[in-house]
């Protein structure tokens, strides 16, 4: 299945009503929300008064705190998803945790390689899978949410470096371990993955979900690719039942974000 080609499609045929937080006004980024309308039913939610004065034909809801006020839209169901545009990570997930009773939040990353070649990353957050528990937990809820959009799922585990390289180093022994032991786990849950040790350039031919040894180098990863190696993000949604789009506030396109979230719109969990 070619990943994107069934995540456009499942955009259009959905056309969800999603909304765009706008903290720092950007034309460009207005811009690409417009050109997103083929995908969705974009709603920008920020200072009115800002962002009308960039000039757009978009619903436009005002608020001073869009973080909070785009965060209650998706609560109550004004809106079928939400892509987090140029708000503060911090306020705006805070709020996404308080309004839906999150504990912990888990997100999987689309990526795109300078080639062309999509697949999912996680973790991505520094603070995500970072324990043998928290890391299937993240593998199992990612192949569920993957599963959303009708995609057959290969995890491709990594860890810190190549299985003749034990004895060489006491954490690399023990990534070694650890995914060897998280892999089995999950494959017993049903879970078609394997260990790919180091070789990520292995992983990727086999595997559309690949799963970094911990949060620090999975962020490595998402970095490298979109900032230095000519990838790019599509946005890492939030693993549960509601969809909001994490995105980077360093990128101002959000035509990829807004229509993945339009693809995730209403999934059978």
């Known amino acids: 299945m070619n990943i994107l080609s069934e995540i456009e499609r499942r955009a259009r045929s959905n056309h969800a009503r999603i909304g765009l937080g706008i903290g720092e006004v950007s034309e460009k980024l207005i811009k690409s929300a417009e050109n997103a309308c083929e ?25 001073t705190e869009p973080s909070k006020r785009l965060i209650e839209l998706l609560a109550e169901g004004k809106i079928d998803g939400a892509v987090r545009g140029t708000l503060s990570a911090t306020k705006t997930l805070s709020a996404l945790k308080k309004s839906l009773g ?9 990526l795109e390689t300078a080639d062309g070649t999509p697949f999912f990353l996680a973790p991505v957050g520094i603070d995500e899978g970072n324990s043998i528990a928290d ?3 993240l593998i199992k809820r990612g192949a569920e949410y ?17 299985f003749e390289d034990i004895g060489r ?3 690399v022994d023990r990534t070694l371990a650890d995914t060897e032991l998280v892999t089995k786990m999950v494959c017993d849950k049903g879970i078609n993955a394997g260990h790919y040790s ?6 990727i031919k086999e595997a559309n979900f690949i799963v970094a040894p911990d949060g620090i180098s999975g962020n490595l990863i998402f970095r490298t690719l979109v900032f230095l190696g000519g990838g790019y993000g599509y946005g890492a949604p939030v693993l549960m039942e ?10 101002d396109d ?5 229509m993945l979230a339009s693809a995730l719109k209403n999934p059978a969990i």
Do not use: C, P, Q
């Open 39 to 63: 995908y969705a039913e974009v709603v920008l939610v920020g200072d009115e008064e800002k962002i009308n004065a960039a000039g757009t034909h978009l619903e436009v809801i005002h608020s």
């Open 102 to 110: 999150i504990n912990r939040l888990y997100r999987v990353a689309l």
């Open 135 to 137: 890391k299937i937990e």
């Open 146 to 162: 993957i599963g959303r959009l009708g995609i057959e799922v290969r995890a491709g585990l990594l860890s810190g470096g190549r």
């Open 169 to 171: 180093d006491e954490r």
């Open 198 to 203: 180091i070789l990520i350039e292995d992983a």
């Open 242 to 251: 509601k969809v909001f789009v994490d995105t980077s506030r360093a990128k």
């Open 254 to 258: 959000s035509t990829r974000a807004i």
